[in-house]
């Protein structure tokens, strides 16, 4: 590990700062330097992660403007060293006097010297703090920035007292990625909390029991008015316990936040860190604090939020994909019925057009329906009306519920609202209003998902992965799915591992461990990795003096299309 200006030539002169310690939230400091970087993170493609260790509270003692200058330096540099890569900011005690902050690209290798850095490393010695660094093109680069640890006296922490009430409790988590699983698993058997993580799509299709759980944790960005809508049944059932905690994404609409708190009994903001959590978790469980921010923003209405607007993303063909639903159109006047009915012919949807209300009330209890738009103002029984009769059933609960209606001032959209209805079209409408009304609230019928999938063919790469030979080999498709899961899972780190074996020069375990992972690539009939590690082993018997460092990028390369390859037969054969 290099001092930082090691990598500039010569240490930058000191400046002479001052500096002010004090006490500050955390997540906050690490939000506001996320958004100062987010235009870099949005052009290189990165995804940004924050590990921040079990041992940090929620607040931390230093000069939150001086750290936050540094740590916005380091990370807008180390993210433009490479494109599509996973920026990782760690935070850590050394020991009890040192606190570490680890940025790192492992894919960007820094090359040269960017002058902006001087700054930062001026910055962290008037902290009587040091940055390092470490950088090859195998590797990728980290920065560690230190500074001295304060310990803040104040800062009292309820873990006991939480885990004895919390040990034992579930939690379902809905997950974006595998790091959110590892690390809300890390955060909570904290508390002894089990974590039943998945993602959103998997709990639509699932729908697993809630009654299991006592709180469940939902990302914001995920939530559709369908699925607040949902919760929103649940939060205000007043026999209900489950606690729903909503999570807010690092980018979010001010929109989406908003209209998340109307089901939230408690928020939390990415970047999370464990103090933030314990807070949550002491407030929901123990004192019982209403702690979603601002209460009256529990009742407040965002009619834009609630309208339906054009998606750039959705046409009349991708409606196909939900062929086999059945569509209802409730309007009295017959010009706008057909109208309608003209936009909703598309191939494999059913369409029922009704005058009123009470006729959308019959026809419930002779088909089943899985959509219905509605106009508002009819005879016999209004759109409003019709809504809350359906509601009422608990049978009819799911079905979206689009109005389109001339009505557009906020009282009457929210009353919209109130009734149980879904979202609202205005009028004048267009085609791709409607389109992204179906698209947003419906989902794929079986029969259009077995159509979808026959029209499709799994094209084999036999040189990458020889699926007939592993067919053959494991008897059947599923039984060489499996396999192909369970052997890639032994293999998860065997890239690392060997670049280590060789940059150590341990030649002895190599060989053994090259052998090891060649059997099983052979078994799982991958032609062109089983053909590169029989080279290898080759190379390493042959070779006294052995130090293969182009095999290290040879096994990266093919790692990365085998994992390619598998990735596209397991969602063929998911899709089958």
């Not at 902006?116 to 010695?125: G, M, N, S, T, Y």
Request: aromatic share 10%.
């Amino acid at each position: 590990m290099k001092k930082l200006f090691g990598l500039i030539g010569a240490e930058p002169k000191k400046i002479d700062i001052e500096i002010k310690n004090q006490p500050f939230q955390l997540s906050g400091l690490l939000r506001l330097i996320t958004n100062k970087v987010s235009e870099v993170l949005k052009k290189q493609r990165h995804l940004l992660y924050y590990d921040i260790k079990n041992d940090i509270g929620r607040y931390v003692i230093g000069d939150n403007h001086h750290i936050g200058t540094v740590l916005e330096i380091l990370l807008g540099y180390i993210c433009v060293l490479s494109k599509d890569s996973e920026i990782i900011v760690t935070l850590s005690k050394s020991s009890s006097e040192t606190l570490v902050f680890e940025i790192i690209n492992k894919d960007g290798h820094a090359k040269k010297h960017s002058k902006v850095l001087d700054k930062a490393l001026q910055i962290a010695q008037a902290m009587d703090g040091d940055i390092r660094f470490k950088s090859s093109r195998f590797f990728g680069t980290k920065y560690i920035f230190c500074i001295p640890f304060i310990e803040d006296e104040n800062n009292r922490s309820n873990q006991g007292e939480i885990k004895k009430v919390m040990n034992g409790k579930e939690a379902l988590y809905l997950a974006k990625s595998s790091y959110d699983i590892q690390r809300a698993k890390y955060i909570f058997d904290t508390y002894g909390v089990k974590i039943d993580p998945m993602n959103i799509e998997t709990f639509e299709k699932k729908k697993p029991n809630l009654q299991k759980y006592d709180m469940v944790f939902l990302r914001s960005d995920d939530l559709t008015p369908k699925h607040i809508s949902f919760f929103k049944s649940i939060y205000q059932d007043k026999n209900n316990t489950l606690k729903i905690i909503i999570i807010h994404e690092i980018f979010e609409s001010k929109v989406k936040m908003d209209l998340s708190r109307t089901i939230a009994d408690a928020e939390l903001y990415n970047p999370t860190v464990i103090g933030d959590v314990e807070e949550i978790l002491y407030k929901v469980f123990i004192s019982k604090t209403q702690i979603v921010d601002k209460i009256e923003q529990k009742q407040q209405f965002h009619v834009e939020a609630f309208k339906i607007h054009e998606s750039d993303f959705v046409n009349k063909e991708s409606i196909k994909l939900y062929r086999g639903s059945h569509i209802v159109v409730v309007e009295e006047n017959r010009i706008n019925q057909e109208e309608l009915e003209n936009i909703l012919d598309v191939e494999g949807l059913r369409v029922t057009r009704v005058n009123n209300g009470l006729e959308m009330l019959d026809l419930l209890d002779k088909e089943e329906v899985d959509f219905i738009f509605t106009d508002i103002m009819m005879p016999v029984l209004d759109g409003i009306n019709m809504t809350k009769r359906i509601r009422n059933n608990p049978k009819y609960k799911q079905i979206p519920i689009v109005s389109i209606s001339s009505m557009a001032f906020e009282h009457e959209i929210k009353e919209m609202s109130d009734a149980g209805i879904n979202a609202c079209i205005t009028k004048p409408y267009t085609d791709k209003q409607i389109y992204t009304a179906l698209d947003k609230f419906l989902v794929v019928k079986p029969e259009a998902f077995v159509k979808e999938v026959q029209a499709e063919s799994y094209d084999a790469k036999k040189d990458i992965l020889d699926v007939e030979a592993g067919i053959q080999n494991k008897g059947s498709e599923l039984l060489y799915g499996e396999f192909i899961i369970e052997s890639m899972e032994s293999l998860e780190g065997s890239v690392k591992k060997i670049e280590q074996l060789i940059y150590a020069n341990n030649i002895v375990e190599l060989r053994g461990y090259v052998e090891q992972i060649t059997e099983i690539y052979e078994k799982m009939h991958t032609p062109a990795m089983s053909k590169m590690f029989n080279e290898f082993s080759q190379f390493l018997a042959t070779q006294k003096d052995a130090y293969p460092r182009e095999y290290i990028t040879m096994y990266r390369r093919n790692w990365i299309k085998l994992n390619a390859e598998i990735d596209r037969y397991l969602t063929y054969l998911e899709d089958k």
